[in-house]
């Protein structure tokens, strides 16, 4: 590896490394807003269940670089426009989380629900002191993977003129110059190794009840306002 090189362009891999977090962080955080309620409502609904757990299976199969170039088309912006990636990105991530949360709100019992009710609760109640809590752990697993495949598939932007990481294996590639190459591929699995730790964490910071490992503990409700 050219340790002079990579002294040299400093500042055009953190700019690039920067870059590259910021097109990943917002389409990761906003699938998750995005799919719990679809979730939610797949959950409640065999209707919506039919219709959205296919549909992003079918989302997902969709070709990334040519997404890239459709959506300027759709969304009326320009073809190096970020915002063309961080859509096609927000839409696989949901495409992967919709299931994932439809699975985890699946998995909370019928009987937690019940008791619930039975205290008083209304039910978006439910949904946010019950339903949500219970089903972190589901959701936080599948964020990861969905953290994971948002930031590698970042990289193809720069097939498109989008400057993230990306840039170094195209560059590379084409100057036949390792150095960047791996570069590319280290600061992405930085990022990845850097979002994994933080969601799980929060993860962590959301589920307290899990902490004692080993230990059963009762679901308690909160009284209900």
Excluded: C
Aim: net charge positive; aromatic share 8%.
């Amino acid at each position: 590896m050219n340790t002079r090189w990579i002294d040299e362009n400093r500042d055009q891999i953190w700019q690039l490394t920067s870059h590259h977090a910021v097109l990943g962080i917002i389409p990761v955080v906003v699938s998750l807003v995005l799919s719990v309620p679809l979730g939610w409502w797949a959950h409640r609904s065999r209707t919506a269940r039919r219709l959205l757990v296919p549909g992003a299976s079918i989302l997902y199969a969709l070709p990334s670089l040519p997404l890239f170039v459709l959506l300027p088309l759709i969304l009326g912006t320009k073809i190096l426009d970020p915002i063309n990636v961080i859509a096609a990105l927000t839409l696989y991530g949901i495409a992967l989380l919709v299931r994932t949360a439809t699975d985890a709100f699946d998995s909370v019992g019928r009987s937690v629900r019940r008791d619930a009710v039975a205290m008083g609760y209304s039910n978006s109640q439910v949904f946010w002191r019950v339903a949500l809590p219970l089903a972190v752990p589901a959701l936080t697993a599948g964020m990861r993977v969905v953290s994971a495949s948002t930031l590698s598939l970042v990289s193809v932007g720069a097939l498109i003129g989008v400057p993230s990481l990306g840039y170094f294996f195209t560059d590379g590639y084409q100057r036949s110059f390792p150095t960047e190459i791996w570069i590319g591929i280290i600061g992405t699995l930085v990022l990845a190794i850097v979002f994994d730790l933080v969601i799980v964490a929060v993860g962590r910071l959301l589920t307290p009840w899990q902490r004692r490992k080993g230990e059963s503990t009762p679901v308690k409700f909160p009284a209900s306002a």
